[in-house]
């Protein structure tokens, strides 16, 4: 069998690189243009935890909620305004009702019908939390998606494999809680956005309920685990050639191609301007992939981003990004054809053009 997966990666470039490149290449950190590694890393966190702060003392949400029985397994729930009103006196009589049960594990019964979108954090399946990756919660809230942050466990607690099991369990739960939704749209980051993206392959006839998905959002990730098995810092993460393999997205819809439950189902891959060529290459080659087996994809290049400032623009409702998303959660039937990043000029981290896209 041929274990490399599609022919095109007998001639990746990665296998060329040396360890330092590779490390190089793998380090998001290295590649911020506007501010030292070091910086960037500290402002992500800063940033983080702020629009985190600011979702929690601002909308309405549902902390803390057990999707599963781990201690880890634990999500977020940000709900509209306008919706949640309703939702929250139902909640709450319920609760009451229901006595002394510890908040967390109350049901929550909200059949509002809403779009869900569901974010996957980075930090290489090692760093990392839903306390500090509120992102995209006010803007989205604001236009009436409800957004879901996601905990999962992280290494060396969790390995790969339960990561994305608990990924799998996290979607389940929000479809048996809203089954009346509008849609699960699903948003990753980086490692989040291979968490999310290996939702692709998954075997929902053993959960007892197909989640409605209607889109994934895939920001600057890693679809082909190989060469991560060696670069120092992650390595650990990937013992054998075939767990990098069985986790693989990439690999695994060369091998055998998944179709979409629901044929409107789309797939938005980006990746920053400034991330490195492994970046660039891995989201490409994940865009065609999805193009060849079917599905409905595409690709982006976001103008002057880096690895980091793409989620730092989505707290903000005009970026060319969070319109994109809110087109698709919020106008079911609409599709992405291209962002069009009307800049050309570099302006400075802080400003960003408004796009627009282009519907069928
Ligand atoms: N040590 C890494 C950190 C990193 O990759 C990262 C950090 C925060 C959020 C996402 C990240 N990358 C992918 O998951 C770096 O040098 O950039």
Same mark, same amino acid.
């Given at each position: 069998m041929d274990v490399s997966g599609g022919n095109h990666r007998h001639e990746a470039p990665w296998k060329r690189m040396s360890k330092e490149e590779l490390d190089n290449q793998y380090s998001p950190s290295r590649w911020v243009v506007r501010l030292g590694a070091e910086e960037a890393m500290r402002t992500y966190s800063q940033i983080g935890n702020e629009v985190t702060k600011r979702a929690r003392a601002t909308g309405r949400s549902l902390l803390n909620v057990l999707y599963g029985d781990g201690d880890g397994e634990k999500l977020d729930i940000y709900l509209p305004e306008a919706v949640s009103e309703g939702n929250w006196g139902l909640v709450v009589a319920l609760g009451s009702q229901l006595g002394a049960l510890p908040w967390p594990t109350r049901p929550l019964f909200c059949p509002t019908a809403m779009p869900f979108l569901v974010f996957f954090h980075g930090g290489y399946w090692q760093s990392g939390s839903k306390d500090t990756s509120a992102f995209m919660v006010n803007p989205l809230t604001a236009q009436g998606v409800a957004v879901v942050i996601v905990a999962y466990d992280i290494a060396p607690k969790g390995t790969l494999d339960q990561m994305v099991d608990q990924v799998t369990q996290s979607i389940v739960f929000v479809q048996k809680q809203?089954?009346?939704? =509008?849609g699960i749209y699903l948003c990753g980051h980086s490692a989040g956005a291979h968490l999310a993206a290996m939702m692709l392959l998954a075997d929902w006839t053993k959960h007892g309920v197909t989640p409605n998905l209607k889109g994934f959002f895939l920001l600057s990730g890693v679809y082909d685990l190989e060469p991560i098995m060696h670069t120092s810092e992650n390595a650990p993460l990937l013992p054998a050639l075939e767990d990098a393999q069985r986790n693989s997205p990439l690999w695994q819809l060369e091998t055998a191609p998944t179709q979409p439950a629901d044929p409107a189902c789309r797939i938005l891959v980006t990746v920053g301007q400034h991330d490195s060529p492994e970046f660039h290459r891995q989201s490409r080659e994940f865009y065609q992939t999805l193009c060849q087996g079917g599905w409905k994809a595409s690709f982006e290049e976001l103008h002057d981003m880096d690895h980091f400032e793409i989620l730092w623009n989505l707290t =903000?409702?005009?970026y060319v990004l969070t319109q994109a998303y809110l087109d698709v959660c919020v106008s079911v039937g609409g599709s992405i054809n291209t962002i069009h990043n009307s800049n050309n000029n570099k302006t400075g981290a802080t400003q960003w053009e408004t796009g627009w896209l282009e519907l069928e």
């Open positions: 809203y089954p009346g939704n =509008q =903000q409702e005009d």
